[in-house]
């Protein structure tokens, strides 16, 4: 092969490999393209924001274009996942720049999960009286966070009351907070308000601007949704 061939190969090979690396990479951006998830359902929004048994735990703006909703146990893991990893993304780039209002409601599945979300609803230092957000959020995110810790222990109780005492219980505002019939009535009228008014089945549920969504989303996926709304 002359020296004049050889060059021309070798344009040739740097081009091809240019020309298949300029596809690849609009083939990764129209991969990268988030799709928008399907909803479940319709929902009448002015019903899902009329409070229920429980004062709203809410953040953001009450005049922000996207109301969320989320219906979660704290026992569940898809709901574990999404606040460990997607929420605080979704708090500073929506919550906090007033283009959403994110409301917490409980739907437990089974007794440790109302247990866990009694524990967030009472005020550590008085148990009688209810928890503000800013003790409320903090509570859930530790929860959540430590969760493999306390939902599957064998002495539930006692692991609870771990993961309590650092939000500042005492054994007896614990056990005073846990013996609170009327409040863990309104934690399941909670939940039954959402299953029978809302059609929510399972956890996380997310009610956004009339629509329901069913299960985990990612940040970006999150995003696309509400950017679709705004």
């Not at 735990?57 to 574990?80: Q, R």
Request: hydrophobic residues 40%; proline residues 6%; aromatic residues 8%.
């Amino acid at each position: 092969m002359r020296i004049s061939e050889m060059q021309l190969t070798k344009r040739q090979l740097l081009g091809g490999v240019a020309a298949a690396t300029a596809s690849m990479a609009v083939y990764g951006t129209a991969q990268a393209a988030v799709e928008i998830p399907k909803p479940d359902g319709d929902v009448d929004m002015a019903k899902v924001m009329t409070p229920g048994a429980l004062p709203e735990m809410a953040l953001g703006k009450t005049d922000a274009p996207v109301k969320i909703v989320e219906y979660m146990s704290m026992t569940c893991p898809h709901c574990a996942h999404f606040h460990n990893t997607t929420f605080d993304t979704i708090k500073q780039k929506y919550i906090d720049t007033g283009k959403v209002e994110f409301i917490l409601r409980e739907f437990p599945f089974d007794p440790r999960a109302a247990a866990a979300f009694m524990l967030a609803r009472c005020n550590p230092q008085k148990p009688e009286e209810l928890a503000t957000p800013e003790q409320y959020f903090p509570m859930v995110a530790m929860l959540f966070k430590q969760q493999q810790v306390w939902a599957a222990a064998d002495d539930g109780r006692a692991a609870l009351l771990q993961m309590s005492k650092l939000a500042g219980f005492t054994e007896d505002s614990f056990t005073k907070c846990l013996t609170n019939q009327k409040l863990l009535d309104e934690v399941n009228a909670t939940r039954e308000r959402g299953s029978k008014d809302f059609g929510v089945n399972a956890t996380p549920t997310f009610l956004i601007n009339g629509k329901r969504y069913s299960g985990d989303m990612p940040v970006d996926t999150m995003s696309a949704l509400i950017d679709s709304l705004l």
